[in-house]
T-cell receptor, first 112, second 117 residues
């Protein structure tokens, strides 16, 4: 069964600090992995997308890494801001690109 | 480019009542998805349309849920009768093609938050 597991489930950090969110998946065959940011009461917004051949992708202060051998991905947030408070969801697509498997998300809270 | 539009934003109903949600995808997007997101969980696909045809509705509780996309553009999702466990955010998404994660145009709407009391 295809699964995507994220850790930690929740995280509280101080403004300006860095943090790293983890995603492990068992989706096979693998096609792509995407990180989404979901603000409370809003739909998910795509941050990065990586294919099998890519091992890092940046979007401003967000940097995602992918290790297709160990089936792990991470999302690193640099110099966090209050507006980074949200749920971060890891989504993996299978080889056919038709099935998406969602993680349950990491709830990040950035405090002063 | 306008995003995926959903309405209403919020809805509170009593159990056993019926409710309908509406979604207008990005113009030209052939594929439309309805997801159910229960608090603290990731979205779960309910149904996927390709134009006006159903591609995948394997996780749609067909005894109470129905969806249509008659003209291949906007779509409605209906619940009748609603149960307490249907309380969730219902997300609509669209993409240009059938392979969502490959397409950078895969976009979610803001969702409809349903509370069943």
């Amino acid at each position: 069964k295809n699964q995507v597991e994220q850790s930690p489930q929740s995280l509280i950090i101080l403004e300006g600090k860095n943090c790293t969110l983890q995603c492990n998946y068992t989706v096979s065959p693998f096609s792509n992995l995407r990180w989404y940011k979901q603000d409370t009461g809003r739909g998910p917004v795509s941050l990065t997308i990586m294919t099998f051949s890519e091992n890092t992708k940046s979007n401003g202060r967000y940097t995602a890494t992918l290790d297709a051998d160990t089936k792990q991905s991470s999302l690193h947030i640099t110099a966090s801001q209050l507006s980074d408070s949200a749920s971060y969801i890891c989504v993996v697509s299978d080889g056919g690109g038709n099935k998406l498997t969602f993680g349950t998300g990491t709830q990040l809270k950035v405090e002063l | 480019e306008a995003g995926v539009a959903q309405s209403p934003r919020y809805k509170i109903i009593e159990k056993r009542q019926s409710v309908a949600f509406w979604c207008n995808p990005i113009s030209g997007h052939a594929t439309l998805y309805w997801y159910q997101q229960i608090l603290g969980q990731g979205p779960k696909l309910l149904i996927q349309f390709q134009n006006n045809g159903v591609v995948d509705d394997s996780q749609l509780p067909k005894d109470r849920f129905s969806a249509e996309r008659l003209k291949g553009v906007d779509s409605t999702l209906k619940i009748q009768p609603a149960k307490l466990e249907d309380s969730a955010v219902y997300l609509c998404a669209s993409s240009p093609g059938r392979r969502p994660i490959i397409s950078m145009g895969y976009t979610f709407g803001s969702g409809t938050r349903l509370t069943v009391v």
